[in-house]
């Protein structure tokens, strides 16, 4: 997603940013911008839309001499991609400056407040109620009562207009911890204030910050590879801490609370392609492990029952039109469809409502009317892809059909064609086969789904809350089953490796996750792999089955049709097929059966099993690709976004 960079130290900040922006630029961004602090403390803020180089060319024109700064490129999540929106922000008078990465859930209601109290807004992000709350803690130190010289950081109760109090650590970890205390989200944060002088700060929670320690020197940044130009010590940030970097002096690093906190630099041996990708070797590899906080990023102050009405705002209904709605049809391709095969189940089981999932290539062919009161969901990650967008218009034409869009890109033309969009926060997805994406689709769709039930009053209150609950337990389920299943599905693929054909199965919510299984195995390994749902095995693809064709199954024990699985597994089974399952952690009965199993703990409810069952098949499809040797980020004959027919 975003990138962050910040430097103090004697060199001149403008290079040293643009280089650290540079270094960022493989995560994607849609704008950029800059700010070099002068030596009279001047704050001089340059802003673009689009590349880095764009931003080079304008600092040609003059940047303020200046050995300390910040800089940022921006993919855009909340407030279109523009020059007002790109950071660094600022505050209200100009001083101070921020640039930041994540999310602040409660920024709508800190805004009325701020707005409320006088404060004007320039831009459309949620970034800027930060400089605001910043400048109100800075304003009141300033003006407070000079006696309590010293003051203590907790409860931010320093107060002083003495200069040199004002810019120690004491005083800059009160604002920080005053601020943060109002703020719910994630965050990585670093700000400069003309009062604070010749420092920056940096303070985090839930997103990366990494320090960077030099001679004499010091770094910010959200990403190693922005310091690798200038330094391999390091100190990566946990969360809740802040960092105060001034210039000659190693940094800082406290608590939000304002205790000390002692961590020495550690040397990162990456190259920069590695550091890109994060210490994976493929991009592909990381971003799977990016599903957790994608699908996380995704709920993100979404899933409150209070805010149901602005869910549904952002794609365009009101919970008495939600209610309204007859029917739901999903339109996508590829991954995107899988999502919205997943959405089927949901929809009509929560929300009581008939919906289908349809391939849009297929789709926009059809002689299908669709029923006025249908609802059409269209689900993409680039928002690009031109069956999907074809398959929409053609949805248009039919008299009182509504549209909707589940897209990850930004201003992507799918979202200027559809009468709203609900977002998925992934960031940009650079591998070609969809990881994070389809995680966030999931989650986008779980959203949905709730937020129908509860306006159509197909799930109660408590059932929503509950629900809820679950949803939001899922990521930490998530990376638990990354990191158990790493090690045993390396070994299997290794042990799988030149099998030249695989069977996926699953039924009802994970027969859509077969299918996906199946498509990421053949899409980056060149492995023929055939989706089934399991159910239909005896209708045909039985006879396929010997020891040879490995049969890949999803059966948690959480699932519904459990007992029905294993007797289609025994099938399998029973005509030499080896058994590769994913299983609820301890499932002995399945253990027995299988030939290997890939354990995942228990979704606690059946319909979020594909979200960990899902993590299991990406791995297994990686590291097949990977152990072949083949380009597992850009394999042959695909493209990251179709935008042809
Ligand atoms: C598979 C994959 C593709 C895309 C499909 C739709 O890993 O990435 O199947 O899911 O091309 O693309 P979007 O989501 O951009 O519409």
């Not at 991609?81 to 209601?109: F, K, M, Q, R, W």
């Not at 990376?479 to 199965?505: H, M």
């Not at 498509?519 to 045909?540: F, N, P, R």
């Amino acid at each position: 997603m975003c990138g962050i960079i910040g430097y103090i130290g004697r060199r001149q900040a403008g290079p040293i940013l643009l280089e650290g922006l540079k270094r960022l630029e493989y995560r994607g961004y849609d704008s950029a911008g800059v700010c070099v602090l002068s030596s009279n403390g001047n704050l001089s803020i340059v802003r673009v839309l689009g590349k880095i180089a764009k931003l080079e060319e304008r600092l040609k024109a003059g940047l303020p001499n200046g050995t300390a700064g910040l800089g940022h490129s921006r993919w855009a999540t909340h407030g279109r991609p523009s020059e007002e929106n790109a950071h660094p922000h600022t505050d209200c008078s100009g001083e101070l400056v921020l640039v930041h990465n994540g999310i602040i859930e409660n920024y709508l209601e800190l805004k009325e407040e701020l707005i409320r109290r006088g404060h004007v807004f320039r831009s459309e992000t949620d970034t800027e109620v930060l400089a605001h709350l910043f400048e109100e803690e800075l304003r009141r130190l300033q003006t407070s009562d000079f006696s309590a010289k010293g003051g203590s950081v907790s409860g931010g109760k320093l107060q002083t207009s003495d200069f040199r109090l004002q810019t120690s650590d004491k005083a800059v970890l009160a604002a920080v911890n005053r601020v943060t205390k109002k703020l719910r989200g994630a965050y990585a944060i670093v700000i400069a204030a003309k009062r604070w002088g010749r420092q920056i700060v940096g303070i985090r929670k839930d997103c990366p910050l990494v320090i960077g320690c030099a001679d004499g020197e010091s770094f910010l940044a959200s990403d190693v590879p922005a310091l690798l130009p200038f330094t391999k010590k390091v100190i990566f940030m946990n969360d809740n801490e802040a960092a105060v970097l001034r210039e000659g002096r190693a940094p800082r690093l406290y608590t939000t609370t304002g205790k000390p906190v002692h961590r020495a630099p550690q040397d990162v041996p990456w190259d920069p392609l590695m550091a890109e990708k994060g210490g994976f070797k493929h991009f592909m590899h990381k971003e799977i492990h990016e599903g957790p906080r994608s699908f996380e990023d995704t709920l993100r102050a979404r899933t409150y029952e209070e805010n149901l009405t602005s869910l549904l705002a952002e794609i365009g209904l009101t919970p008495q039109s939600a209610a309204d709605i007859s029917r739901i049809q999903f339109l996508a391709c590829g991954t995107a469809h899988h999502a919205g095969m997943v959405g089927e189940y949901l929809f009509e089981k929560w929300a009581g409502l008939a919906a289908k999932a349809d391939i849009a290539s297929e789709f926009r062919y059809s002689a299908r009317n669709l029923q006025p009161g249908t609802l059409v969901i269209a689900v993409s990650q680039s928002g690009e892809t031109a069956d999907t967008l074809a398959a929409v218009r053609m949805a248009k034409s039919c008299k009182g059909v509504l549209t909707a869009g589940i897209v990850n890109q930004i201003g992507s033309t799918l979202t200027r064609e559809t009468g709203g969009t609900l977002y998925t926060r992934c960031g940009p997805e650079i591998g070609v086969a969809s990881t994070k994406a389809y995680l966030a689709q999931l989650a986008a769709i779980y959203l949905l789904a709730l937020a129908f039930g509860k306006a159509r009053g197909s799930i109660s209150s408590r059932e929503f809350r509950s629900l809820t609950e679950e949803l939001l337990e899922l990521p930490h389920k998530l990376r638990v089953v990354l990191a158990g299943l790493e090690r045993p599905v390396t070994e299997l693929a290794r042990e799988f490796q030149d099998s030249k054909g695989f069977l996926y199965l699953g039924r009802h919510v994970l027969y859509p996750i077969a299918l996906e299984g199946a498509l990421k195995l053949k899409e980056i390994s060149y492995i023929h792999a055939e989706g089934y749902a399991a159910g239909e095995m005896k209708h045909g693809p039985i006879a396929l089955i010997d020891r040879e064709m490995p049969v890949f199954v999803f059966n948690p024990k959480g699932c519904g049709l459990y007992e029905k699985m294993r007797s289609n597994i025994e099938e399998a089974r029973a005509r030499g097929g080896r058994i590769l399952a994913v299983i609820t952690k301890g499932d002995a009965k399945m253990s027995r059966m299988a030939y290997r199993v890939m354990e995942i703990p228990s979704a606690s409810h059946e319909f979020f099993e594909p979200v960990l069952c899902v993590a299991a098949a990406q791995l297994f499809a990686y590291h097949m690709a990977n152990l072949k040797g083949l380009d597992v980020d850009q394999p042959r004959n695909l493209a990251k976004s179709v935008t042809v027919e």
